[in-house]
Nanobody
Framework: VQLQAFGGGLVQAGGSLRLSCAAS????????MGWFRQAPGKEQEFVGR????????YYADSVKGRFTVSRDNAKNMVYLQMNSLKPEDTAVYYC?????????????WGQGTQVTVSS
């Protein structure tokens, strides 16, 4: 399994950004795909996840209502749409895959992509 996240950049507060994660190596029908982030000097934080098979999503309270996780089955892509961005959303964002289907143990990780939100 290989994951490649991209789409980060610099955006002003209140703006939007969409991150993408290209997944390859096998079928992901039984997987849960997650997004995490890590800000400088802080611990890694869960952002959101999607169950590949039925597209059920779950979000951290800090991003609920602003961020949306989706997936494109035909392209094997996972997306993180981020709206109403805040300076505190600044972090390196990672996509990850959990092959157990429970969304609690992410075995596969992509490289991070930097998101910087200016005030």
């Amino acid at each position: 399994v290989q994951l490649q996240a991209f789409g980060g950049g610099l955006v002003q507060a209140g703006g939007s950004l969409r991150l993408s994660c290209a997944a390859s190596g096998r079928s992901f029908s039984g997987f849960v795909m997650g997004w995490f982030r890590q800000a400088p000097g802080k611990e890694q934080e869960f952002v959101g996840r999607i169950r590949w098979s039925n597209e059920i999503t779950y979000y951290a309270d800090s991003v609920k209502g602003r961020f949306t996780v989706s997936r494109d089955n035909a392209k094997n892509m996972v997306y993180l749409q981020m709206n109403s961005l805040k300076p505190e959303d600044t972090a390196v964002y990672y996509c990850a895959a959990d092959d157990t289907g429970w969304g609690q143990a992410y075995k596969y990780w992509g490289q991070g992509t930097q998101v910087t939100v200016s005030s």
